[in-house]
C-alpha cells in the first residue's frame, strides 16, 4: 500500500485500495476494490474491482463486481449490483440499482435507475429518471 498522508482509511483483500496515498475515509473491501484510489475520500467499495480505477472520485459507493469500475473522478455516484455504472468516469450524483444499470454511462449526470439493464446504453444523457428494466 502507497498510503502517505490517507488516514481513516480500511482495506480487505489482494490490491484493495493499493494506491491509496491521501485519501481519507475509505472503505475497499475485495480484491482490487478501490484499487486506484489515490486522493479520493469518502468512497466504499465492496465487490471484486468495484470502483478500481478512482483516483480522485469522492463519496461514491460501489457495491458489487465492477460496479463504477472506470470511475476515476466522478462523485456521489451509487452502484448496487454487478457492473453497474461500470465505464463511468466523471459522471457526477448517479444512482444504479441492480446488474448492468447506467453500464454505458461516461459523463452523464443525475441519473437513476433502477433494475437489470436500466439506462444500459446511456453515455452522457443527464437527468433521466426512474426507469425499470428497460435496456436500452
Do not use: K, M, P
Not at 444512482?95 to 453515455?123: D, K, Q, R
Amino acid at each position: 500500500n502507497n498510503n502517505t498522508t490517507g488516514s481513516q482509511n480500511t482495506a480487505f483483500g489482494y490490491e484493495a485500495g493499493l494506491t491509496i496515498n491521501s485519501g481519507a475515509g475509505v472503505v475497499a473491501v475485495g480484491y482490487q476494490a478501490l484499487r486506484n484510489a489515490g486522493i479520493g475520500q469518502y468512497n466504499v467499495a465492496i465487490g471484486r474491482q468495484a470502483a478500481q480505477a478512482t483516483l480522485g472520485a469522492n463519496n461514491n459507493v460501489a457495491i458489487g463486481a465492477c460496479t463504477l469500475y472506470g470511475n476515476t473522478f466522478g462523485a456521489r455516484n451509487i452502484g448496487i449490483g454487478q457492473n453497474s455504472l461500470v465505464t463511468n468516469t466523471i459522471g457526477c450524483d448517479n444512482v444504479a440499482l441492480g446488474g448492468y444499470g447506467l453500464y454505458s454511462n461516461i459523463t452523464g449526470n443525475s441519473n437513476f435507475a433502477v433494475g437489470f439493464l436500466s439506462l444500459y446504453a446511456n453515455t452522457s444523457g443527464s437527468n433521466n429518471s426512474i426507469t425499470v428494466n428497460s435496456g436500452n
